[in-house]
């Protein structure tokens, strides 16, 4: 960096708002946005393509690993671009969500029409594959890595940082009980036995106000959000190639450790996400329940939040996640041995269990620009979207094998796509995936944490100091 680079490196962040409510508010809206989608997708695309246009639930679930191995070349491709990009008008992510806000919010409404119920099965599984492929694997993928990037250049402040997770996963919960809790309303109504069915036209109506929701939600986010570190771009010569990349990351013992338990945590909390629903329709037969259970996340995570920050800061990330972890764990698998048969029972029980898994949940984001730092202290490079890009498709992996596990396992244990009631030993399956697979998942992702995960709060804080100085030598 020449001194007049630098020079007018300096005045830009003068110039520059201090970190604050804003970007909060803004990152918030971010997280908002993509679970008005990506929540939706895990509670009810499943739902959608079985009950309403009675596509089998293996297909739909083949349908999630296809679009997966699609993310392999998109998630990274798409991150290994933005890290090479300059830093533009708007920043180097921001500009990624102006860009791509709309045509996926658009392609969001597109997965969900009724109209393909009298099409042929061939005609509405194309849909259902050509819709999620272009929706998860291109559109998606191309507006949340970098706004999942985006957090780790609006602050150095470890502090900040973990707001910047607690707000976003608030952002989450606020769509998700969005989601939880009005969606079932609309959509489901009683037949003259009084069983649960799905109004297909109100279910596209629904879908068209979360996609505009969605839109307003990203625009909200590029706004108020401000990038204020601005990493360097090297020419190509002195950066490392994509393979030495990969080589730097897989022996990454802080990023092969947080993949594993991503990859627990995700497949067992989205398979859960969609079970809940079959759940409290086919085991409990009530609507009310699932808008209930869908409900409790909002306060609890609220609970948490206001204490992660100080918490993580006076235990460490790592400590204050997985003692929650494990106690969730060991609440499901009590759970299961109860047998409950009060759907409210059993919403309380979910509660108790949001509270532990929030923990993590919460402050997995500030997990992610914490390995950032690391790997940029191990490699001299900062690739802040090829890293979220890598960690987004292993995620995305585990996302696949959740919805396709579903499908499989709802197949295996006998479940009836198109039966109005499910027999008495199918029921007893959904409810152990309700509570014995996440019960045994979680207390391993406490224990991966506890003995694998290098990052504790001194080494997190060394890392922080050590880029500061970083810095500051090179502006000098």
């Known amino acids: 960096m020449n001194l007049n680079e630098s020079k007018n490196l ?43 246009l009675g596509v089998s639930a293996a297909m739909v679930g083949t349908c999630f690993l296809v679009s997966r191995c699609i993310d392999a070349f998109t998630d990274i491709g798409i991150g290994r671009i933005i890290d090479k990009s300059k830093v533009g008008k708007h920043g180097k992510f921001r500009t990624w969500i102006l860009r791509v806000a709309g045509p996926v919010a658009l392609m969001n409404f597109l997965m969900y029409q009724h109209s393909l119920v009298n099409a042929s099965m061939t005609v509405r599984v194309i849909a259902m594959f050509a819709t999620y492929i272009l929706w998860g694997s291109v559109f998606y993928t191309a507006v949340n890595i970098p706004y999942g990037s985006m957090a780790s250049v609006m602050t150095e402040d470890t502090k900040e940082r973990a707001s910047l997770s607690t707000w976003r996963t608030i952002g989450a919960s606020f769509a998700g009980i969005s989601i939880g809790v009005i969606t079932p309303q609309i959509i489901y109504s009683a037949d003259a036995a009084g069983n649960q069915i799905i109004d297909p036209q109100r279910f596209t109506t629904v879908v068209a106000v979360f996609s505009i929701a969605a839109f307003i939600c990203y625009m909200l986010c590029f706004m108020l959000t401000t990038e204020r570190i601005k990493p360097e771009v090297k020419e190509d010569q002195e950066s490392l190639s994509l393979i030495d990349t990969f080589k730097s990351l897989m022996t990454n013992r802080a990023m092969i450790s947080f993949l594993a338990v991503s990859v627990v945590l995700v497949f067992s909390s989205l398979m859960g996400q969609t079970i809940n629903t079959y759940l409290c329709i086919d085991y409990f037969n009530d609507v009310n329940a699932l808008s209930l259970l869908n409900m409790v996340a909002l306060p609890v995570t609220l609970f948490v939040g206001m204490l992660a920050a100080k918490l993580s800061q006076k235990l460490g990330k790592r400590e204050f996640s997985m003692i929650g ?35 993590f949940n919460i402050l997995m984001w500030a997990f992610i620009t914490d390995i950032i730092d690391y790997t940029e202290i191990q490699t001299g490079e ?41 027999a008495e030993s199918v029921k007893e399956g959904i409810y152990a995936l309700a509570t014995l697979f996440p019960g045994a998942c979680y207390i391993l992702v406490g224990l991966l944490l506890m003995f694998t995960y290098p990052l504790t709060k001194k080494v997190v804080e060394e890392n922080i100091s050590k880029l500061a100085s970083l810095r500051a030598a090179k502006q000098k």
């Open 10 to 52: 300096n005045n830009s962040r003068k110039s520059e708002k201090p970190f604050g409510i804003k970007d909060k508010l803004g990152y918030l809206f971010g997280d908002f946005g993509n679970d008005f989608m990506f929540i939706f997708a895990n509670m009810y695309f499943m739902i959608f393509y079985t009950k309403v």
């Open 325 to 359: 972890l494990i106690a969730a764990g060991l609440i499901f698998l009590a759970a299961y041995f109860m047998k409950l048969n009060n759907p409210y029972a059993f919403v309380a029980v979910f509660a108790l269990v949001t509270l532990g898994t929030s923990t």
């Open 382 to 422: 900062r690739n802040d979207a090829t890293v979220y890009g890598f960690i987004s498709f292993i995620r995305k992996l585990a996302q696949a094998l959740a919805g396709a596990i579903t499908g499989y396992a709802l197949t295996f244990i006998g479940y009836d796509s198109l039966a109005s009631v499910q």
